[in-house]
Every structure is written in C-alpha cells, then in structure tokens.
C-alpha cells in the first residue's frame, strides 16, 4: 500500500492559511443537500495538505446554509497510510461520545447492527461487547484494516454499491458516523443506509455543522470542522433534513450542538430514537475496563484504553479508580516512553528544552499522543482528590505546554485535536487559578495576562469563553477567600461578562455582591448585585433542589436586605426580607440560623415587613 507524504516538515498554524472572503466573492455550484444550483457566496479559502496543497474556497448554499468545497478532489483514502492512526487510538477516538449516540435507541429492540465507514471498529467492538449486538462494518481504509485485526470484529474492507452487498438479512440500526461529510455523492449512500434497514429501523448519523464555520470558532475546533483536502461538506440542519426526506426517509431528527449534528432518520412514520435521551456511561466504563484487561498495554490502543479510564473516572469524581487508572498509564509511559510521572517538575523542564520535533513520527518516538491530556487530569487529581494545589500546579504547566507540542506536530499534516486544544487553555487558566490561595495578586496578574498573551509554539490566543469562565472563578474563589483587593482587579471584565441567567449568574452575582458591599462599600449597588443572585436562583426550573439555589438563594436574599439597610433604604429592606420570614412553597429550606438573623436585622432596624 503505497503512502501518500501530506505538508512537509514544516510546522504549519494551518488557521492561518484560512482566508476569510468579502460577502461579494461567488462560484457557480450546485449544492449537495438542496440541490440549489445558483451563485454561491465564497465563505473562505483553506489551503490543502494534499500535495501539491492548492487552496480550497468554501461556499455557502443561501438556500439551506450548507456549505461545501465545489473544487474539491476524491481523496485517495486507501492508499494512504494514515499517520494519524497512533493519534486517533491514544488521543483523539471519541468512544465515549459514539456510545453516547447508540443511547439513543432502546439496545433490548436492535438485533442486528451495521456501521458504514466504522474506520477502526470501536463502536462495533462496543456494541457486540455492551450490548451483545450481531454488528458489521464497513470500510475501505488503512485504520479499518488494522481494527479488524486488533479488535477481531466484523469489518467489510470494501465500499458499498447496493444494499444487497451488506448481506441478505436487513438490520435493526444503521450508523453512519463522521462519514458523509466526505461523501461527493451523499444521495446514493443514504439509498443504501435506507434499503439496509428493517421496515422500522434507524438510522443515525453525525457529521460536522456548518454553523461552527464563523471566524470567532476555536482554532482547534475549525480546523477539525474544516479538515482541509477530507471534508467535503460541512451540512446545515435544515440541508441535511432536506436530503434525507428527498431519498425516502419520512421521519427526520436534527440536534445541532454548535459543531456537530446529530441526526436519527427512519423510512417509518414512528422515529424509534430519541436524540435527548441520557447515556449511562457504566456500560462504556466496564467497556473499558474489559478491553483493558486484553490489550497490550504498551500498544497505542493499549495507552488509549488506559488514558480513557483516567479521564471518565476523573470527570465521574471517582477519585479512587482514578489514582488507579494514573498508575497504569504511569506504568506504561515509563515503559514505552521512559516518561517518569512521579516527576512532573523534571517532565516539565524536559518539554521546556527539547525540541520539537518535525514529524509526527518524530514526535511519537518522544511522547504518546495523550500525554498532555494525562497530565491534565493528573493534575485535577492531585488539586481536587489531594488537596497538593503546588504539585497540581505543576501538572497543570505541564499538561499545557505537552499540549501545544502535541498540537504543534499534528499541524504538520493539516490535522489537529479538538480536545487537546481545550484542555491545554483550561490548564494554562487554572495554572493561574492556583495562585489564588497563597499568591492572589499574582493570581489576578496571570489570568490577565493570559488574554493578552498568546500561545508560545502556534500563537493562538486563548478562547474567550474559556478565559471569561477563568477569569470568573478565580474571582470567586478570590471573594471567598477574602482577597478583595485582588478581585478587585477582575471586576470589570467578570462584570462585562455577567451571563444573562442560570447558576453561573447566581454564583458570580453573589459574589459581586459580597466585594461591592465589604470593599468598594457601596451597598446600594451590592444590593443591586444580591437581587440578581436571587433572582437567577428563583428562575432555575429546578430551584428546589439545585445545588446553587440550596447554597445561594436565602444568602443572597439575606444580604440583599442587609446591603439595603446600610444604603438607608429600610423599605426595600423589608420587603426584601419579607419573602424569607413567608417563603413561598417550592423553594428550598430556609436555614434556621438565616431565618434567626433575619428576624434580628427586622427587629431592630424596625423593617417593615
């Protein structure tokens, strides 16, 4: 099999090859999901990483809001050995958010199952091992190959012409994942998906949404989207609908979720998926812990089971099973990489010397593809599980600058890592989050500084919703640790970027409240910013139970009228306090030493109530 060389040794920010055009700039093309045939607008041009890398502009089909490469060649998929196979099985395979599609089906009414384009065979491997499913793939690539070895699981190493070549009996569910985005005639794919199905089967895609194609997305999260020389079409909810129903399926679901669509489809007037339906990730975590018990564990399939583990038990708070999961992957990273984890301070000064490398393969001698992730997590466990904020400080420099480097290889061959790029700003933010305890100004500094600074290998600048969420919990904790001089510093952007509701308002509100009425001693306007709190409470759908409004809602209430009280605004104060000494029903409980200090400031300060 013959490999394809893609971009060079260079080390390339491929964002930055992404022009965007002028609303006067048009081609004539017809569009692959409503079939408009007009001028469409150009969006932006993207140079290729398939030699010999010409530059691709991308339109936008004004009819449906679909947009596509009109200029675009057939890939060479199998004849490429992809470089990017090691990544995907370390780093970058979402298992856990496959899974999470096949949630939406009942697994007790599907027999059997067939996945089109199922590159390595994880969902396949899982569904067979979760849910004991009859499964069968196929895929004419180099990774599907490999799979099928790896994994032992059913995988067709061809392309399907007619439904008849996935066999004689038709199947319960159909899935077509991160596939017809590649697909330059998508019309004669869904005709096979629809002719595979039983009368009341399902079918579920995803693809990229075209409504993440905007200058303010993410680096990152762009250049995934765009996947310059793969991706075809970038489909729009409204386009994707439109050419389902067009080929025969009669009942159509669409989430977008910003970069993603979800779809369900079936030929059947009664759709038997439900898109919204809640993933019990347990069955993906005993996934894990099976596949882990019978892989190599220096293997990058190996490595990326073990990594998957750390991180879902992590996020789950299961803090044992995580410290356990850590030891693992230590184990195996000091085997294969000679990577000590027990040093983080010697692995971070090691990634601050070295070189980077200028292949990917170059970089794979060095590090896995997950150790940026790794250390990331790491770090949350010693700051949250072991309370070592100096150590977690530490993981978390590591885990930042592991992550570029990482990013940084990728962007040789055009490609990049959604998730590494997030985790690499959110360590860089609690890296100055940790400040807090012992160092708030320098706390207030850094995260300051880390809007106004770039990245140190690809100069990206941080996201703003992930330097605004920062910038907010820090001040928080800066409140709540009575450091106001230092939150005082992050009024004004945490104040700019208030959220108009929900708990992230109640939360920041609250605290606003507390430095204006203790620091700036302005207790009108910290009235004003307890009200908010209060309010944001009472409008949570769930204010009876929700965490925030159990913390926050009387506090908030409570200091709204003492604020009001210091301002000499005793009428206010009692009406204030009115709804907590005759709280309505649905709320949560009053606490009894609130409601005793309540009645003492009424009492008083003769509040009318």
């Not at 075809?232 to 439109?242: A, R, T």
């Not at 995260?447 to 919990?473: C, F, M, N």
């Not at 208030?498 to 992230?504: K, R, Y």
């Not at 029903?585 to 509040?607: I, K």
Request: with cysteine.
């Amino acid at each position: 099999m013959e490999k394809i060389e893609m971009g060079g040794a260079e080390i390339i920010n491929w964002t930055k090859t992404i022009t965007w055009e002028s609303d006067d700039c048009h081609l004539n093309a017809t569009c692959p999901a409503c079939e408009d045939a007009g001028a469409k607008r150009i969006r932006l041009k993207v140079r290729s990483p398939w030699p010999p890398h010409d530059e691709q502009p991308l339109v936008v089909c004004q009819s449906c809001g679909t947009a596509f490469h009109p200029t675009m060649g057939q890939p060479p998929y199998e004849a490429v050995l992809d470089p990017l196979v090691d990544v995907y099985l370390e780093q970058n395979a979402g298992i856990d958010v496959m899974a999470e599609l096949l949630a939406a089906v009942d697994p007790a009414g599907v027999r059997r199952y067939i996945e089109i384009g199922c590159g390595f065979g994880f969902l396949l491997d899982y569904a067979r091992t979760a849910f004991g499913w009859e499964a069968r793939g196929f895929d004419p690539g180099y990774s599907a190959r490999l799979g099928r070895e790896v994994l032992g699981v059913d995988i067709q190493h061809v392309y399907l012409h007619s439904a008849a070549d996935a066999g004689a009996e038709p199947f319960d569910l159909a899935l077509c994942a991160e596939v017809i985005e590649h697909v330059f005639e998508p019309e004669k794919l869904l005709v096979i998906l629809r002719d595979v199905l039983t009368t009341n089967g399902t079918l579920l895609l995803t693809t990229p949404s075209a409504s993440g194609i905007r200058p303010e997305t993410q680096p990152g999260t762009l250049l995934s989207l765009l996947c310059p020389g793969y991706h075809y079409v970038l489909y729009s909810p409204q386009g994707i609908e439109l050419l389902l129903r067009r080929v025969g399926f009669k009942s159509v679901s669409v989430i977008d979720r910003g970069h993603t669509l979800r779809i369900a489809a079936s030929v059947g007037e009664e759709l038997r998926a439900d898109l919204t339906r809640a993933f019990d990730r347990s069955s993906y975590h005993d996934y894990l812990r099976t596949r882990i018990k019978t892989t190599d564990p220096v293997s990058p399939l190996g490595v990326g089971y073990r990594y998957r583990l750390l991180k879902e038990m992590t996020n789950a708070g299961d803090f044992k099973a995580a410290h356990a999961a850590q030891s693992e992957v230590a184990e195996v990273f000091l085997r294969r990489w000679n990577i000590d984890l027990a040093d983080p301070a010697a692995l971070y000064a090691k990634l601050s010397e070295s070189v980077q490398p200028d292949s990917i393969d170059a970089y794979h001698a060095l590090y896995p593809f997950c150790l940026g992730n790794v250390l990331y997590f790491s770090g949350i466990l010693a700051w949250l599980a072991d309370g070592q904020r100096d150590i977690a400080y530490t993981w978390f420099q590591a885990a930042a600058l592991a992550g570029e480097r990482m990013r940084a290889a990728l962007h040789i061959i055009g490609a990049d890592d959604e998730e590494s790029e997030e985790l690499m700003w959110r360590a860089r933010g609690f890296v100055a989050h940790l400040l807090a305890w012992d160092r708030p100004a320098d706390a207030a500094e850094e995260v300051l500084r880390l809007g106004d600074h770039p990245s140190p290998l690809l100069g990206e600048r941080i996201p703003a919703y992930i330097l605004e969420d920062t910038q907010r919990k820090i001040f928080v904790d800066l409140v709540n640790l009575g450091h106001y001089a230092a939150a005082d510093r992050l009024v004004v952007p945490v104040e700019a970027a208030l959220p108009a509701e929900g708990a992230v308002l109640a939360s920041t509100a609250f605290a606003l409240g507390i430095l204006t009425l203790n620091h700036r001693k302005a207790p009108r306007a910290a009235a004003d910013f307890f009200g908010r709190s209060y309010e944001a409470c009472m409008a949570l759908p769930d204010r009876e139970t929700a965490p925030i409004a159990r913390s926050l809602l009387w506090p908030a209430l409570f200091h709204q009228g003492q604020a009001l009280v210091n301002a000499g605004l005793k009428q206010e104060a009692g009406e204030a306090l009115r709804a907590m000494l005759k709280p309505a029903a649905g709320l949560p409980p009053l606490p009894l030493e609130l409601r005793a200090r309540a009645e003492l400031l009424v009492r008083t300060q003769h509040l009318p109530v």
